[in-house]
């Protein structure tokens, strides 16, 4: 699967957008794009997942570039309930698991 | 409807005991994963079953490690001769297998090894 790169950390402001960048630039494809992330104390919980087009749900949206080597991950009003790390990960459709890299740690600040 | 369910919540033993964690996962999901996390890291793979089969078992460190799920329902992950090492956050997922990769994370066995 694909090696993902994300910033360490990165603050926002409550009721702003929030915008997560993910590069994958080795990404192949037959590989899907999955967000996660995981509140403190609690296990990871899945966001949102695409291939190439946008995707939104009531949670996000995702927005993958044309090239497909990188893509963001956009919550629209972040509240203090969205701090958390955020994990970006590739995988092959075929792929049985899950690799978490380090992820970013995002602070909603009020 | 009901998530992930994990037991016990907090585990601690002591350095050479065996332990055993128990994961209940959703109604219905074929596919189960275990994962560790130590702290300040992300989640690191050990397992996964679809059904009642080990499908992957590569991330298990060493032969310590063993997990069953002989139903193909509930999991457990069993740990002999416990090391400090050990201690971490034992994570177990489940999800549909033809749902793609949304796996449904309980919350969590915090395992301290002394």
């Known amino acids: 699967d694909a090696k993902t790169t994300q910033p360490p950390s990165m603050d926002c402001a409550e009721g702003r957008a929030a915008n997560l960048p993910c590069n994958h630039s080795?990404?192949?494809?037959?590989?899907?794009v999955y967000w996660y992330r995981q509140i403190h104390s609690q296990g990871p919980q899945y966001i949102i997942h695409g291939l190439k087009n946008n995707e939104t749900n009531e949670m996000a949206s995702l927005i993958i570039t044309e090239d497909r080597k990188s893509s963001t991950l956009i919550l629209p009003h972040a509240t203090l309930r969205d701090t958390a790390v955020y994990y970006c990960i590739v995988i092959k459709a075929a792929g049985n698991k899950l690799t978490f890299g380090g992820g970013t740690r995002v602070l909603v600040k009020p | 409807g009901a998530g992930v369910s994990q037991t016990p919540s907090n585990k601690v033993t002591e350095k050479g005991k065996y332990v055993e964690l128990r994961c209940d996962p959703i109604?219905?999901?074929?596919?189960l994963y275990w994962y560790r996390q130590s702290l300040g890291q992300g989640p690191e793979f050990l397992i996964y079953?679809?059904?009642?089969?080990?499908?992957?078992d590569s991330g298990l460190p060493n032969d310590r490690f063993f997990a069953v799920r002989p139903e193909g329902s509930v999991s457990t992950l069993k740990i002999q001769r416990t090391e400090r090492g050990d201690s971490a956050v034992y994570l177990c997922a489940s999800s549909l297998s033809n749902s793609g990769r949304a796996l449904f994370f309980g919350p969590g066995t915090r395992l301290t090894v002394l």
């Open positions: 080795t990404i192949s494809g037959n590989e899907y």
């Open positions: 079953f679809q059904g009642t089969g080990a499908a992957d």
């Open positions: 109604s219905g999901h074929t596919a």
